[in-house]
Each structure stands twice: as C-alpha cells, then as structure tokens.
Nanobody, 124 residues
Framework: QVQLVESGGGLVQAGGSLRVSCAAS????????MGWFRQAPGKEREFVAT????????ACADFAKGRFTFSRDNALNTVYLQMNSLKPEDTAVYYC?????????????????WGQGTQVTVSS
C-alpha cells in the first residue's frame, strides 16, 4: 500500500514557476514508478510525466518538454514536478500516481495508487 499526498499547488501568473511535491508513505516507495497527471475543468485527465523507480529515466508529454522537470528523492519518499514558463492552459488539478512493474505507462489505468490532487491555477 502506498498513500500519496500532493502539495505545492497554487495561483501563479503566466510565465511563472511552481513546484508541486508528492509525498508517499510506506517503505517500498523506491520500488514504484511514479507518474504525474492533470485534469482541467471539463477535460479528461491527461498524462504529464513519469519517472522510473530509481529516478534514472523519465518521459513526458509534448506540452511539458522544455518547461517541466521531474525528479524524485527516494530517501524522502517524495517526487517533484517543477513547472516553469507556465501558461493559462496549464491550469488543472495535478495528481501523482504510483505503479509497480517495468516500462513507461502513460495511461492512467496503469497506475494503482493516486493522491488527492493539488490545484494549479495560472492567470493570464
């Protein structure tokens, strides 16, 4: 069992930066691949990024390339999503999720554990 709690969301102006964190419970955090997803009002949840269990590999959606970075600290049981050059269209609830197994997964159904989400609002 893994429990996930996101934090760090908030309101930021376009062009600004925000770092969202996801703290995990449990002693097996380092075994899980982690993912970030987001859901904007009226839209389906979409993949943002994934990072491997040891942090050596990442993959992200096209909209995140060059603007978002992803990292994890297994000693702190935490994953991070650093978002720069934010745009109003980045406004969404951001979720972290955990899955076991190997390989990249961009589909939300592949993830077993989910946080409650944190709101990120980018004003124009």
């Amino acid at each position: 069992q893994v429990q996930l709690v996101e934090s760090g969301g908030g309101l930021v102006q376009a062009g600004g930066s925000l770092r969202v964190s996801c703290a995990a419970s449990g002693r097996t955090f380092s075994r899980y691949n982690m993912g970030w997803f987001r859901q904007a009002p009226g839209k389906e949840r979409e993949f943002v990024a994934t990072i491997s269990a040891r942090g050596g590999s990442t993959a992200c959606a096209d909209f995140a390339k060059g603007r978002f970075t992803f990292s994890r600290d297994n000693a702190l049981n935490t994953v991070y999503l650093q978002m720069n050059s934010l745009k109003p269209e980045d406004t969404a609830v951001y979720y972290c999720a955990a899955r076991s197994g190997s390989g990249y997964r961009i589909n939300d159904y592949a993830y077993t554990y989910w946080g409650q989400g944190t709101q990120v609002t980018v004003s124009s």
